[in-house]
């Protein structure tokens, strides 16, 4: 479950009942999740969210539930805005069967219904901007794939009617943009770009104005073109004559997807292309 669904799902459950919210609250040496992995555990049914699985993952939801059980027969009133006990070390090796062998201190939070707002803000995911300019074949796929990832993702194109009736109820910003280009100024700082519109010359232009911009404010850490190298090739002649020296073209990444991925399926695209824009994400420090 992705980690929005599994917010949602707890955002709901506190409605009717209680639940011990476990958070990785650090680590050392090498462990299955990163700090700031979460799940919830209710009384009853599977967790919400994972802190790694396995052993460690068991004796947690079993921790979890005595602590809610031990609310519910004191019959305090749990939450007090969110407040946790200190955490627990577990220890990755021989004891619990994992032989990672590093160490995670996790945190317990038993939640009520009146925690649900501070939750909310708590757990929320930190999610990375991307810009996908193009609602064709391979941007639906991407549009996609990209859901369940930490991105927040701005779908541009400058037809009507091409994106999907339920993007933004699945939290996708979709915009309509004539001269599509003229969406670039507007993108949010660190956004990823990706550009793959119907028309050549309506890529051109999206990859110039992004050019222009990085070359303004150096904001936008990712920008990548869908097609050929020959394509890329002729784009650099283009760009060249619209003033763009040969540092700049070098910031724009043509072909987009990792390299062994030989696949032209849009979906076989977007698995790749999404790979390609993990990558470069910094490395996972909390939220």
Request: proline share 8%.
């Amino acid at each position: 479950m992705a980690l929005t669904q599994a917010l949602h799902a707890l955002l709901q459950g506190l409605a009717e009942r209680p639940a011990c919210v476990v958070e990785v609250e650090s680590t050392q040496g090498s462990v299955p999740r990163e700090r700031g992995a979460w799940m919830a555990v209710f009384d009853s049914g599977p967790p919400l969210g994972t802190i790694g699985g396995g052993r460690l993952e068991w004796d947690a939801v079993r921790e979890a539930r005595a602590r809610l059980s031990a609310f519910a027969g004191t019959g305090a009133q749990i939450g007090a805005g969110v407040a946790a006990e200190p955490s627990m070390r577990f220890a990755l090796g021989p004891s619990l069967g994992q032989c990672c062998g590093g160490v995670v201190h996790l945190r317990f939070t038993c939640a009520g219904p009146q925690d649900r707002a501070a939750l909310a803000r708590r757990l929320a995911p930190a999610r990375t901007p991307v810009a996908l300019f193009g609602a064709g074949h391979v941007g639906h796929a991407l549009a996609r794939v990209l859901a369940p990832l930490p991105f927040e993702l701005t779908w541009i194109d400058s037809r009507d009617g091409v994106f999907p009736a339920d993007a933004e109820a699945g939290g996708v910003h979709c915009e309509h943009s004539e001269p599509v280009h003229a969406a670039v100024p507007g993108l949010a700082p660190g956004s990823r770009v990706l550009i793959m519109s119907f028309s050549h010359a309506e890529d051109l232009d999206v990859v110039a104005a992004c050019l222009a911009r990085q070359r303004a404010h150096g904001d936008l850490p990712f920008v990548g073109l869908i097609g050929s190298r020959t394509k890329w090739a002729t784009f650099s002649r283009r760009l060249e004559a619209r003033g763009f020296g040969p540092r700049e073209l070098a910031h724009v990444t043509c072909p987009i997807g990792l390299p062994g991925i030989a696949g032209k399926e849009p979906e076989v695209i977007a698995v790749s292309v999404a790979a390609q824009l993990l990558a470069t994400l910094p490395p996972q420090s909390g939220r």
